[in-house]
C-alpha cells in the first residue's frame, strides 16, 4: 500500500511517497532490538537510582517518638501558642517528660526526658522541624 502526498500549490507535483506497508513492517523489528526491561526512573541512571534507594532506607524515619514543632504565634513572654505534638501549646500547658524553658517569635528552646536512659536533652526547634530521638538529629519536616 502506497499514501501519495500531493502538493496542490506546486501544480498537484507528488512530493512524497511513503509506504505504510513498509513502516508497519519495520515496527516489530524496532521493539524486538529492545528486549530489556524499562528503565525504573526516567530522570537518573540506574546507579543514581540503587544510590537514593540505598539512603533512603538508612534513614532514620519521623515516627511517633519524635518531637515536632509545627507553628509558634508569639505575643510576648509569656503570651504565646504553639503546636508541638500536632497539639497546642501555652503557657499553661506541661507534660512530665516535655518541658518549655523559653519561647521567641522564631524558635522554642525545650527539655526532653529520656526516663529510659535517664537523660535530659536541651533541643531547639523551629517551625516545621522535628528532633528524631533515634538519631538525636533535628531535621526540616514540612
Not at 534507594?53 to 509545627?70: M, N, Q, V
Not at 500536632?86 to 525545650?110: A, F, M
Amino acid at each position: 500500500m502506497v499514501v501519495e502526498w500531493r502538493d496542490t500549490k506546486s501544480g498537484g507535483h507528488t512530493m512524497k511517497k511513503i509506504s505504510a506497508l513498509l513502516l508497519l513492517l519495520a515496527t516489530p523489528a524496532f521493539a524486538a532490538e529492545n528486549n530489556a526491561p524499562p528503565p525504573a526512573s526516567l530522570f537518573f541512571t540506574p546507579s543514581e537510582t540503587h544510590e537514593a534507594e540505598r539512603l533512603a532506607a538508612h534513614e532514620a524515619p519521623t515516627g511517633a517518638g519524635d518531637i515536632r514543632l509545627g507553628a509558634i504565634m508569639y505575643y510576648g513572654p509569656q503570651d504565646w501558642s504553639l503546636w508541638l505534638q500536632g497539639e497546642k501549646w501555652t503557657p499553661e500547658t506541661s507534660r512530665d517528660d516535655l518541658h518549655i524553658l523559653q519561647v521567641s517569635p522564631n524558635d522554642v528552646h525545650l527539655s526532653w526526658r529520656d526516663d529510659e536512659k535517664g537523660e535530659t536533652h536541651l533541643i531547639t526547634l523551629h517551625p516545621n522541624e522535628s528532633y528524631q530521638i533515634a538519631t538525636g538529629k533535628t531535621i526540616f519536616a514540612p
